[in-house]
T-cell receptor, first 115, second 111 residues
Framework: DAGITQSPRHKVTETGTPVTLRCHQTENHRYMYWYRQDPGHGLRLIHYSYGVKDTDKGEVSDGYSVSRSKTEDFLLTLESATSSQTSVYFC??????????????FGEGSRLTVL | KQEVTQIPAALSVPEGENLVLNCSFTDSAIYNLQWFRQDPGKGLTSLLLIQSSQREQTSGRLNASLDKSSGRSTLYIAASQPGDSATYLCAVEPGTYKYIFGTGTRLKVLA
């Protein structure tokens, strides 16, 4: 299994509060991603990073920000959580080069409920 | 805009049956296509990765094929078992390292 740890795994918060989800990898992969998974929508990319301090938006980035100060950590922040951000959030990693270049590996997910 | 479709959304089969799951995509300019398995409440597990120069990949009872010109991939599961029950997702990567996912096929294998 790819060494990806997400924290917290479960969180309940109230509308308007800030929330930070953390993804930690031990694989030294260059690319890191945050996806959200919702019924009827599948997995949608929020933000991704292609290196330390290098990030870019995905298709559903509004209301989210990210930071990557170290290769192994990728943080997702909801500045002011809304009920529409209730979801399961997945971190993923991949790397160019090697036999299976670009293969995507996922963490176990973080379930966020915004009341 | 690339769109990925998986039909059917759900499938029930008796144990032992060979089955095919389908994945179609609208833009044939893809680099990678990857199949995943997701168990309830869990993350996604990578099953097979097909790179642009490849037409198929095999792992145990699983075989995935890719036809870029027709915008299709199939995942073949031989001799299905109850333990194969899960949601299967495909995702395409157009060379930008940003994967686009289908909504999955929920498979139930009946004992």
């Amino acid at each position: 299994d790819a060494g990806i740890t997400q924290s917290p795994r479960h969180k309940v918060t109230e509308t308007g509060t800030p929330v930070t989800l953390r993804c930690h990898q031990t694989e030294n992969h260059r690319y890191m991603y945050w996806y959200r998974q919702d019924p009827g929508h599948g997995l949608r990319l929020i933000h991704y990073s292609y290196g330390v301090k290098d990030t870019d938006k995905g298709e559903v980035s509004d209301g989210y920000s990210v930071s990557r100060s170290k290769t192994e950590d990728f943080l997702l922040t909801l500045e002011s959580a809304t009920s529409s951000q209730t979801s399961v959030y997945f971190c993923a990693i991949s790397s160019p080069g090697g036999t299976n270049t670009g293969e995507l590996f996922f963490g176990e997910g973080s379930r966020l409920t915004v009341l | 805009k690339q769109e990925v479709t998986q039909i059917p959304a759900a499938l029930s089969v008796p144990e032992g049956e060979n089955l095919v799951l389908n994945c179609s995509f609208t833009d044939s300019a893809i680099y990678n296509l990857q199949w995943f398995r997701q168990d309830p409440g869990k993350g996604l597990t990578s099953l097979l990765l097909i790179q642009s120069s490849q037409r198929e990949q095999t792992s145990g009872r699983l075989n995935a094929s890719l036809d870029k010109s027709s915008g299709r991939s199939t995942l073949y599961i031989a001799a299905s078992q109850p333990g194969d029950s899960a949601t299967y997702l495909c995702a395409v990567e157009p060379g930008t390292y940003k994967y686009i996912f289908g909504t999955g096929t929920r498979l139930k294998v009946l004992a």
